[in-house]
């Protein structure tokens, strides 16, 4: 254990009791107060961590926070997120909780700790006085629904930023995600004529059945050669049992690893045309985040992290997830970005979820010398 990995496991405590009381604020993504209350705490913090620090308000969502610490400029560009998937009062049903090296509660990986540490990472590169450029950290409120007013922000910064290192979460300590499936959303929707099922059936026209065969031919769609998936989450339609089924509605979720698969996917679903006469069919949506493709500047990104990696005892390994983050944006305007740099754990947005914590010191330990020498 060097001296900087063996600093970060003294705050081991510290980072349990943050991670604790940031876990107890509930952030849920559609309550901007909420979400506020966490982001002014954070907001405190990090200016007593010396970062100058900025809030950028919301109307909808809650507010942004940027802080900076070292000379002007963006240099490197740390990104996570604040809100949660989960409702006000999950906290106070299912509490921070510890059993031997698990922490469990609502956020505590999706990305609580990612925060936490990114916290004690800047306030250990502030004491240790070695940063060679500035560092810019974002946390935005609006992930868990899809980056909504967020995603021009991150854009707009990645694009001043030399790297992009993000703080969600990892399955193991030596993980780190290169690459990331392009996420797209489509709602679609069928107009057929009512009529009643047992007295005259045939003057009516489902929009069930229609949907029934669309739901058919888009996980047809599906293609696990081309890392492209096709699912179709939720179905509404219809009023009651002896009525056909007037309207109908199905909410698709698609999955793409290139930024042409995503075009053709889109095309595909787009085009799609009713399959019984006198069934109206509308497509909505599209895709909300890009694929995070592999490139050099990465790869270039990542042998630094490997090598940085190797003096804290830690054997990094990159690899590519079929979720979307924030870090789709970023590479998609040609920054090398590093994703995964948050906690350790897993279960997100589940009951169960849940981090490791002696993983943290460790961790935090390879965020400071990623935000010391790039």
């Not at 009525?243 to 909410?251: D, F, G, K, Q, Y």
């Not at 690893?257 to 019984?276: G, V």
């Not at 949506?285 to 003096?311: H, I, V, Y």
């Amino acid at each position: 254990m060097n001296d900087l990995t063996r600093q970060m496991d003294n705050c081991r405590p510290d980072m349990e009791r943050l991670l604790q009381k940031i876990v107890h604020l509930e952030s849920p993504s559609t309550d901007k107060a909420a979400v506020d209350r966490l982001g002014e705490m954070l907001a405190h913090r990090l200016r007593d961590a010396g970062c100058r620090v900025n809030m950028l308000r919301q109307e909808e969502y809650g507010d942004h926070l940027v802080a900076q610490l070292g000379g002007g400029g963006i240099g490197v560009l740390v990104i996570g997120h604040m809100d949660t998937v989960w409702s006000a009062g999950e906290a106070t049903e299912r509490p921070f909780c510890t059993c031997d090296n698990l922490a469990f509660g609502p956020g505590v990986e999706d990305m609580k700790s990612g925060i936490v540490q990114a916290l004690f990472a800047l306030e250990a590169v502030r004491h240790r006085n070695q940063l060679t450029g500035p560092v810019t950290l974002l946390i935005n409120s609006d992930e868990e629904v899809g980056s909504p007013t967020s995603r021009p922000v991150i854009e707009e910064y990645a694009r001043d930023a030399r790297a992009v290192l993000v703080l969600e979460s990892a399955p193991d300590v030596e993980t780190i995600f290169t690459t990331r499936k392009g996420v797209g959303m489509f709602d679609l929707h069928a107009r057929g004529r009512a009529a009643h099922a047992g007295a005259n059936p045939t003057e009516g026209r489902s929009a069930i059945e229609e949907m029934a065969r669309q739901i058919t031919a888009l996980h047809d769609m599906t293609d696990y050669d081309r890392g492209t998936t096709v699912n179709v989450g939720t179905l509404r339609g219809g009023t009651r049992p002896n009525v056909v089924a007037a309207e109908a509605t199905a909410r698709v979720d698609i999955r793409v690893s290139t930024r042409r698969e995503a075009e053709r996917l889109t095309r595909a679903i787009s085009s799609l045309q009713p399959q019984i006469d006198g069934v109206h069919l509308q497509v909505e949506g599209g895709m909300n985040r890009p694929p995070m493709e592999p490139d050099r500047g990465t790869a270039e990104l990542f042998s630094r992290a490997r090598a940085e990696g190797d003096k804290l005892g830690l054997q990094l390994k990159e690899t590519s997830s079929g979720g979307g983050s924030d870090g789709n944006f970023t590479a998609s305007v040609g920054t090398p970005t590093l994703d995964g740099l948050g906690g350790v754990g897993g279960g997100a947005h589940s009951l169960h979820e849940y981090v490791y914590l002696d993983c943290m010191p460790v961790r935090t330990a390879l965020l400071v010398r990623l935000l010391e020498t790039l």
